[in-house]
């Protein structure tokens, strides 16, 4: 099981660490870069093309502003490709998740949440739990504890207002 995750500025890094280690945490193998789709095109194509003989199954681009990085990435391969719109000065994130989202048609870009690289960790796995057993039954296993949590907490709201 391996993702491959691409920032397109290294101040993409702390919004991105927490997707890093979900995906370790889970047993994931994960190779990270920082390949700007304006300023290192030659070597994001390379690695492009490295995702599509090294196992990586999906591809998760993390971007901001212009957000130009994740339609690039899913214009090169066949690989789904998860686009993190990231928050930056101006516009807060808004222009980075209109960017990734308006995709023309056969080039998709799933997209999550402004900063969501939580999301697109979970979202990975899932897409890679079609075909891995224990990662499918981690994911289960994890849903099931998020369950469990929050009818704890309802038991604690019901009883401090009974």
């Known amino acids: ?30 190779n990270v870069r ?30 901001g502003m212009a957000a130009a990085l994740p339609g690039v990435v899913a214009s090169q391969t066949v690989l789904p490709v998860i686009g993190v719109p990231l928050s930056g000065a101006t516009l807060d ?3 980075a ?13 799933a997209t999550v949440a402004i900063n969501g690289g939580k999301n697109a960790a979970y979202l990975a796995m899932q897409i890679m739990a079609i075909k891995h057993d224990e990662l499918k039954d981690k994911l289960l296993a994890y849903r099931q504890d998020m369950e469990k949590q929050a009818m704890k907490a309802n038991e604690e709201v019901i009883e401090k207002f009974k």
């Open 1 to 30: 099981m391996k993702v491959a995750i691409i920032m397109g500025s290294t101040s993409d890094l702390p919004k991105m660490e927490a997707c890093v280690d979900i995906l370790k945490n889970y047993g994931v193998e994960v």
């Open 34 to 63: 920082c390949l700007s789709a304006h300023r290192a095109h030659a070597g994001l194509s390379a690695f492009i093309e490295e995702t599509a003989h090294d196992g990586t199954e999906v591809i998760i681009t993390a971007a």
């Open 93 to 95: 994130g808004m222009d």
């Open 97 to 109: 998740l209109l960017s990734i989202v308006q995709m023309p048609s056969g080039i998709p870009v």
